[in-house]
């Protein structure tokens, strides 16, 4: 009997939270699918060059933080479900169940919906894994051919996970049914008080935003205290006394507020401190610009603490936003008569008044959520991108060995010598090499040699043969020096303002072995790795070799290309050869390294899968699950709304007028937190983008993020388009039932 | 008196084939402008039917109703909405009234609907929640008042656009017997005053007392009509208790 009760209310409520089933579907299908990555019997054809254990655990490890965030949502819905079954709960009990029997059915009920969800998500998650597998091996340069296999240990971590979701979320459920009295659940339904309660959570956020700009008051003096100078330039002297003088502002509205606040009102107040959050987000914006264009000696601590406020800045606008909407609804109404009773406004206003001031609360999470996900959908092209621009920069040979003299502070300490254990090792594992070139790197002036502070480490330089040698192994034309002439080799990441400001700087180089001048082409660009640079500094001198033999070497450096591929057990063996030989640290204070393709392209590929992954994971659980609960809160309202707009039709209002105000209703409902979401979430991408300029114009380039950014705008409109359309259909459906 | 409700042999079937449930057989009656008619009669009697039917929410299965000499059976659908809005007004027992709104507005939204400028709306429900005895609680919500003052704002809200037949289908039916009574009373006097045309569907024999004529139905059917005339309402009453006794079954029904 009551596994038939529990059945029967399981079917009903699938109805009726069918969206909710669907995002779960949804959620559990991604799950399954990320994870089974990281499964023991998952085994992609990906090469002897790389391991493969070292994305699992990073995987399973993301992908479980980033679902625990689906315990919100399947909390909503339980809640939600409980109070509109109070009454039948009530009616059970007066017929003599057991409200600890009550509370299980209920349990077992979730738990069924669950269950449906869960399996069909494995089901679905097996097809999807498909897609992750493809993308995997297009990351790792193999071609694809589909498999189809179940992982037993995936589906036992994606039950279990979910299981005990459900678990934890039930058990809060059922001490509430057990502990809740029968004559209260009877009379929930009349309690029509509560629509009209708000919450105080907007009162919390003001107090805790004005005491955050009592701290930015307190370190935008210390900033000026210890950084501020009369010397510097006037945008900058503003910059330091926006960052007080603007939290100052808030503080002092506050207390003008409080002074007058039963005449004004709390709105009043939220609208000043959002106005005065316009200024401080402003203040803050102008300390990485000033600190990038004046080269402020603040550094990066400054910097994202100014970003941080300025986030926190733009949470504030969101949340007052959304709140001051139900105020602004209210004002509209009272002040414009005309608009007030045209046709069925006043039914929409009221319709959207007593929504926004009970739920506006969720409406303002949902929307910091919908910028996170927006964000992430947003870096997610942007870090990626970068990390794989970067590998392709640093993994330029098979091996590359280098040194640096950061520690050394004596001459006769210096290294010297051309690595010939590893010409060993390589021979005796049978590995031909296709191009071998060791090199020195000198000091122009042996002097420079002391210079060891971070911002005056000396440019080193190379001798001219090694450099051609080195561009030969890349396939690069040879460059040709005069006598007497220098030229430059730069990093990508170098912007072209520095270089030539650099190269205007540097006409001439004086050395130890006379002065040499710079060649007509004073500079070169093209890729070459990033070991070759001396520590701080972004170019390389390319010296005539007569001219470096009278040098000083301060590091040795070799690179190689070998005949095939390093396996990885191999390039592992290698190393720690290397690492006994050459020690990271010796006692002369030599610093040796050895970067070895096949391990820096596994730990980067491994490392860009799991970020990729875990970026558009979380970002797409982020955004059906907002959806789900923009949607949800309307769809369950359903028996409300239906007898609201029964009565406008039996007023003579016609359906297509009911149609159009369905569409506005949820459109706002929709459109309102969305809305907002995108143009917060757009200036926090962009000023994401914008702090990574450099990057991403040397790794990434801004077409191709342009072009990625666009496909990620269009998913997001399609879900949202989607989510849309279905909470829009079933929500007629429901009021015409 | 202009005749302004007139039925014609209304039928109104549920189900088919074998499984037929005649909610109404055969019904015909006139209804004068500014009358206040009452329909009584036990439960499935058709009572709400024919009031349903009547106020275009249901369709009949054969038969005309004619309001104001246009057939409303013959109305196109996207057509009935706007003869609804026009011509009628509706008091339902549950008041139906939106709870996002306030009284004052709940009252306005008729006269929106009805595309009334702006500036005239508000003086208009001024004045009729004068007559209903209700401009003190105009910008309260429905769940701040009592019953009785919700009903009045439903009463409000169905004749402000000056209907040609007010519907009320049990309208004291979720009343405590004193707000059934200031009800009833608001009822007669927008009947007195404004001339109300009125067609009042109820079970109960006091509410049906302030009608000046009162149908009774019984299985589909007019049993029986009974006019007050001159009649005081408490002489009325009584021989309405009567035809009640008649109509629950004499003793040659029980067997």
Not at chain 1, 14 to 38: E, H, K, N, P, W
Not at chain 2, 23 to 33: H, L, M, N
Request: glycine letters at 8%; hydrophobic letters at 45%; a neutral charge.
């Amino acid at each position: 009997m009551y596994a038939k009760l529990i059945l029967r209310s399981a079917r009903r409520s699938v109805r009726d939270y069918l969206v909710y089933i669907v995002t779960l579907t949804l959620c559990v299908t991604l799950f399954y699918a990320f994870l089974s990555v990281s499964s023991r019997y998952y085994q992609p054809d990906i090469g002897v060059e790389y391991d493969f254990t070292l994305l699992s655990d990073g995987m399973k490890l993301a992908i479980c933080g980033v679902t625990l965030i689906l315990l919100f949502l399947i909390q909503f819905v339980n809640r939600y479900m409980l109070r509109s079954r109070q009454k039948e709960f009530a009616l059970e009990a007066v017929l003599g169940m057991e409200q600890r029997t009550i509370a299980w059915l209920f349990f077992a009920e979730t738990l069924l919906m669950g269950g449906v969800a869960v399996l069909l998500g494995i089901g679905l998650g097996a097809v999807c894994s498909q897609f992750i597998t493809a993308l995997l091996l297009t990351n790792y340069g193999q071609s694809y051919h589909p498999v189809w296999t179940l992982f037993p240990d995936t589906m036992l971590w994606t039950v279990g996970f979910f299981f005990l979701s459900f678990l934890a979320v039930g058990i809060f459920n059922t001490r509430t049914i057990r502990r809740t009295k029968i004559l209260s659940m009877l009379t929930a339904s009349r309690e029509n008080e509560a629509p009209f309660q708000t919450s105080r959570w907007m009162q919390a956020g003001a107090a805790l935003y004005l005491l955050l700009a009592l701290v930015r008051v307190v370190q935008g003096t210390r900033m000026l205290y210890f950084y501020g100078d009369i010397r510097l330039a006037l945008p900058v002297q503003l910059m330091f006394w926006a960052n007080i003088l603007a939290p100052a502002g808030l503080l002092a509205w506050a207390a003008a507020w409080a002074m007058h606040r039963r005449k004004w009102g709390f709105p009043v107040l939220v609208l000043g401190l959002m106005v005065g959050a316009v200024l401080c987000g402003l203040s803050s914006v102008s300390v990485p610009v000033m600190q990038r264009k004046y080269l402020l000696v603040f550094g990066a601590g400054g910097t994202n603490q100014a970003l941080g406020f300025l986030l926190v800045d733009l949470i504030f606008l969101l949340c007052g936003g959304i709140w001051l909407s139900s105020t602004l609804l209210v004002w509209k109404k009272d002040h414009s008569p005309a608009c007030r009773y045209r046709g069925t406004n006043l039914f929409f206003f009221g319709q959207m008044i007593s929504k926004l001031r009970t739920t506006s609360k969720t409406m303002a999470l949902v929307s910091v959520t919908l910028v996170l996900a927006i964000f992430l959908f947003g870096a997610a092209p942007v870090l990626v991108g970068w990390a794989e621009g970067y590998l392709e920069a640093r993994s330029m040979y098979d091996i590359q060995i280098f040194s640096r003299y950061n520690d050394v502070y004596d001459e006769a300490d210096l290294p010297r010598g051309g690595y010939d254990q590893v010409t060993q090792f390589l021979a005796e594992e049978k590995i031909g090499i296709q191009a071998d070139c060791a090199f020195s790197l000198y000091l122009p002036r042996r002097e420079e040699f002391r210079s060891r502070g971070k911002y005056d480490f000396p440019v080193a330089a190379i001798a001219l043969s090694d450099y051609n040698a080195i561009r030969a192994m890349l396939g690069l034309e040879p460059v040709a020096l005069a006598e007497g002439e220098f030229t430059t080799q730069w990093r990508t990441i170098a912007s072209a303002a520095d270089r030539a400001a650099f190269l205007a700087q540097h006409p001439a180089v004086s050395t130890d072995a006379g002065e040499l001048t710079l060649a007509q082409r004073a500079y070169y660009t093209d890729p070459m790795g990033e070991s070759f640079y001396n520590s701080y500094t972004d170019v390389l001198y390319v010296f005539p070799d007569e001219v470096c033999r009278q040098l000083l070497p301060v590091m040795e450096c070799r690179y190689l290309m070998t005949a095939q591929p390093l396996p990885y057990e191999t390039a592992r063996a290698l190393e720690h050869l290397f690492e006994e030989y050459y020690p990271e640290q010796t006692p002369g204070g030599v610093n040796y390294s050895i970067r070895l393709r096949t391990l820096q392209v596994n730990s980067a590929r491994a490392s860009n899968f799991v970020l990729q992954t875990t970026l558009l994971y979380g970002a797409v659980v982020l955004m059906v699950i907002c959806l789900t609960v923009l949607s949800l809160q309307q769809l369950l309202d359903a028996g409300q709304y239906r007898a609201r707009f029964q009565v406008l039709r039996r007023l003579g209002v016609e359906e297509t007028e009911i149609h159009h105000l369905v569409v506005r209703q949820l459109g706002v409902w929709f459109g309102l937190p969305v809305g907002a979401a995108v143009l917060v979430g757009t200036i926090v991408t962009g000023c994401f983008v914008g702090a990574l300029e450099a990057e991403i114009n040397a790794y990434v380039g801004f077409g191709a993020l342009a072009v990625q950014l666009g496909v990620m705008a269009a998913i997001l409109a399609v879900l949202l388009g989607c989510y849309f359309v279905s909470t829009w259909a079933l929500f007629r459906r429901a009021i015409e039932e | 008196m202009k005749e302004i409700l007139k039925l014609e042999h209304i039928q109104k079937y549920y189900g088919n084939g074998g499984n037929l449930t005649k909610a109404i057989r055969d019904i015909s009656f006139t209804v004068e402008e500014g009358e206040f008619l009452g329909i009584m009669g036990p439960s499935g009697s058709g009572k709400t039917t024919l009031l349903n039917c009547v106020s275009t929410i249901d369709t009949v299965s054969a038969g005309h109703i004619y309001l104001d000499g246009e057939d409303v059976t013959e109305i196109r659908p996207r057509a009935l909405a706007r003869f609804r809005r026009e011509k009628l007004g509706f008091v339902f027992q549950d008041f139906n009234l939106l709870d996002t709104l306030t009284v004052g507005e709940n009252i306005a939204l008729a006269l929106a609907i009805n595309q009334t400028p702006a500036d005239r709306v508000e003086p208009k429900v001024r004045a009729m929640a004068q007559t209903l005895n209700i401009q003190g609680i105009l910008d309260k919500y429905p769940y701040q008042v009592s019953g009785g003052q919700r009903q009045r704002c439903a009463c409000a809200r169905a004749l402000i656009h000056g209907p040609r037949l007010l519907l009320a289908d049990e309208p004291t039916g979720a009343l405590d017997s004193h707000s059934a009574q200031m009800l009833l009373s608001a009822f007669a006097g927008i009947h007195a005053q404004m001339g109300a045309t009125i067609l009042m569907v109820t079970h109960d024999a006091f509410t049906a007392s302030y009608a000046q004529r009162i149908l009774f139905l019984r299985d589909g059917e007019i049993f029986t009509e009974l006019r007050r005339g001159s009649a005081s309402r408490g002489a009325f009453f009584e021989q309405i208790l009567q035809v009640l006794t008649m109509l629950g079954g004499g003793a040659q029904d029980v067997r």
